[in-house]
């Protein structure tokens, strides 16, 4: 029976060592002899990855550095997100983190926080929507995954990747009790009809396309604009409409709200930002009456329900809204 070699090991050597964090003076000196280049710095595989991936970030460091504060085997709440902004925000006081959820490695979005939710059932296309604009909302950068935008899961193995075709070294030498990453590795669907999903002219991908794949192809979710593609279209057009998430502050004031509310509140010196996300399956209500000068801002293609002072925001909702200035919040 094979055993996955990794989980014997003692990385004392080859992982986390201070030697690293001194290489990363000359290497930031380098860069920063050539304008509009960034330094990308990815700390996963440790004890605490907030803690470690923010020291490798700094003046005489990294521009950046994401980590693995996502990547939780539990489904998502407005407490776990909480939680994790309040520490980012500590220990990335000056900037320089980035957030990722799907990866080449540690699998795709659809399939990150259990891919159910508190009660067992699956997550809706909804969700994913919501989570799309919570994302591209919170202080730092988003590393988006190629297909994550399309909503794609990952591939099964064996059922979508026979196992004679995986690719990925730790899935050839160890399954099947380690399938490996292949599941999140196959080629990205552009065109339902054509061989291989119009990614490559070879006579075989790299690796084949699921079936499930060729439905969220781009060509199927250009044409609506209700599609999860277009979601992420729309908002990244529209968060470099709003300076509070572009030019504003590294850190964000993070409300305390009840479940499953997970609400924020972000600043530049043009723009105050109310972003208010609901993670479950079931409308929430809020009282704006600590904000009555709170409008709604258009365009993000979320909205939700305002009578008088109270906010009805639907299941997998979203609601962003304008802030005074002047107000003391």
């Known amino acids: 029976m094979n055993v996955n ?22 290497i930031r000196e380098l ?38 504060a996502l990547l939780v085997d539990e489904p998502i709440s407005a407490k776990l997100m909480h939680d994790t902004l309040k520490k980012v925000e500590h220990y990335f006081s000056d900037g320089g983190n980035c957030w990722i959820v799907g990866n080449h490695d540690y699998g795709r979005l659809k399939s990150c926080w259990t891919g159910k939710d508190v009660n067992g059932n699956p997550y809706p296309d909804e969700f994913y ?11 730092g950068t988003f590393c988006l995954y190629q297909g994550d935008e399309l909503g794609l899961p990952e591939a099964k193995i ?12 730790f899935g050839k030498a160890l399954y099947p009790e380690v399938p490996g990453r292949d599941g999140s590795r196959t080629p990205m669907p552009w065109k339902s009809y054509a061989a291989n999903a119009g990614f490559t002219i070879a ?13 969220r192809a781009v060509n199927n979710q250009e044409p609506d604009p209700n599609s999860l593609l277009n979601t992420w279209r729309r908002l990244m057009h529209w968060r470099q409409e709003q300076p509070a998430l572009i030019w504003g502050m590294t850190n964000a004031k993070v409300l305390d709200t009840d479940e499953p509310l997970f609400a924020f509140i972000r600043e530049s010196a043009e723009q105050r ?8 399956d079931t409308p929430v209500q809020y009282d704006l009456s600590a904000y009555p ?5 258009k365009g993000s293609g979320f909205t939700a329900d305002r009578s008088g002072d109270m906010l ?18």
Request: glycine share 6%.
């Open 5 to 26: 070699p990794i989980v014997r090991q003692l990385f004392k050597y080859n992982f986390c060592r201070e030697e690293t964090l001194k290489a990363l003076k000359p």
């Open 31 to 68: 860069v920063d002899q050539y304008p509009g280049v960034i330094t990308l710095a990815e700390v996963t595989f440790c004890e605490d990855s907030i803690v470690l991936s923010s020291q490798h970030v700094g003046p005489d460091k990294l521009h950046m550095a994401y980590n693995s």
């Open 129 to 139: 929507h919501g989570i799309a604009a919570m994302l591209l909302s919170m202080p």
């Open 158 to 169: 064996p059922g979508d990747i026979p196992p004679e075709e995986i690719k990925d070294p």
């Open 203 to 215: 006579q075989r991908a790299w690796l084949p396309v699921p079936k499930p794949h060729l439905n």
């Open 273 to 280: 930002l109310l972003c208010m996300f609901n993670l479950g």
């Open 293 to 297: 000068d709170c409008q709604e801002v």
């Open 312 to 329: 009805k925001i639907p299941a997998y909702g979203v609601f962003f809204g304008e802030l005074n200035l002047s107000e003391d919040v």
